[in-house]
């Protein structure tokens, strides 16, 4: 007769690179400090709900992706794509958004003054052009100032929804716009040309000039 043997089963050790949940970054200034551009309850709802929102919904799809990868089940895995688009743009598109902008964000510096005027004309044509695009985007998204890479060139854009800049065009995000209706409605109701101008006058240059040299290293 053989004894009986205990079978020893390990237990699954932590993983070590345990992901890290996506937190509400601060913002770089006071709530009050657009004003009168945008206003303080624009900028509390909007920081503190809206993009608070974006980062939960997508934790919670990023848990239910790992969970879906370590079953094998591509189905989920799929479907939770569009999860994880809308709610990462989301997330993305509003980080850069809340450093574009300041209550005294300076000029822009002599490398991107150089750059726009090369590829635009003048910064007045520059602004007139993404304002136009901007304006005439149907529903919610973005107007973006982006850099293509492939030709060293500045070049304007719109996203629909939350696509992310970069993700979905391969333009590198230097300045964006958000005309989803909860960005100024609020406070210019439906009068969207009335916030796009507006906001040319919060651009914070210090912080786009540095995403410019970032990318360029001028
Ligand atoms: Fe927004």
């Given at each position: 007769?053989?004894?009986?043997?205990?079978?020893?089963?390990?237990?699954?050790?932590?993983?070590?690179?345990?992901?890290?949940?996506?937190?509400?970054?601060?913002?770089?200034y006071?709530y009050k400090a657009l004003e009168p551009i945008i206003s303080t309850e624009i900028m509390e709802l909007h920081h503190?709900?809206?993009?608070?929102?974006?980062?939960?919904?997508?934790?919670?799809?990023?848990?239910?992706?790992?969970?879906?990868?370590?079953?094998?089940?591509?189905?989920?895995?799929?479907?939770?794509?569009?999860?994880?688009?809308?709610?990462?743009?989301?997330?993305?598109?509003?980080?850069?958004f809340?450093?574009?902008l300041?209550p005294?964000?300076?000029?822009?510096?002599?490398?991107?003054?150089?750059?726009?005027?090369?590829?635009?004309?003048?910064?007045?044509?520059?602004?007139?052009?993404?304002?136009?695009?901007?304006?005439?985007?149907?529903?919610?998204?973005?107007?973006?100032?982006?850099?293509?890479?492939?030709?060293?060139?500045?070049?304007?854009?719109?996203?629909?929804?939350?696509?992310?800049?970069?993700?979905?065009?391969?333009?590198?995000?230097?300045?964006?716009?958000d005309?989803?209706?909860?960005a100024y409605?609020l406070q210019y109701?439906?009068?969207?040309?009335?916030y796009?101008?507006a906001i040319?006058d919060i651009?914070?240059?210090?912080?786009?000039?540095?995403?410019?040299?970032?990318?360029?290293?001028?």
């Amino acid at each position: 007769m053989f004894a009986a043997r205990r079978i020893l089963v390990s237990k699954p050790t932590k993983d070590v690179f345990a992901r890290s949940k996506h937190s509400l970054p601060n913002l770089p200034y006071d709530y009050k400090a657009l004003e009168p551009i945008i206003s303080t309850e624009i900028m509390e709802l909007h920081h503190s709900k809206h993009h608070a929102t974006y980062i939960n919904n997508l934790n919670v799809a990023e848990e239910k992706m790992e969970e879906a990868i370590a079953k094998g089940d591509i189905n989920t895995q799929i479907a939770l794509g569009s999860v994880i688009k809308f709610n990462g743009g989301g997330h993305i598109n509003h980080s850069i958004f809340w450093c574009n902008l300041s209550p005294n964000g300076g000029n822009p510096d002599a490398a991107l003054s150089k750059q726009i005027n090369k590829d635009f004309g003048c910064m007045e044509e520059m602004k007139k052009s993404l304002s136009q695009i901007t304006i005439a985007i149907q529903g919610s998204g973005w107007g973006w100032l982006g850099y293509d890479k492939k030709t060293k060139s500045l070049r304007i854009a719109t996203c629909a929804n939350q696509d992310p800049l970069q993700a979905t065009t391969g333009l590198i995000p230097l300045f964006g716009i958000d005309v989803w209706e909860h960005a100024y409605y609020l406070q210019y109701k439906n009068v969207r040309p009335v916030y796009v101008e507006a906001i040319f006058d919060i651009i914070n240059w210090k912080d786009v000039n540095a995403r410019f040299k970032n990318i360029t290293g001028c």
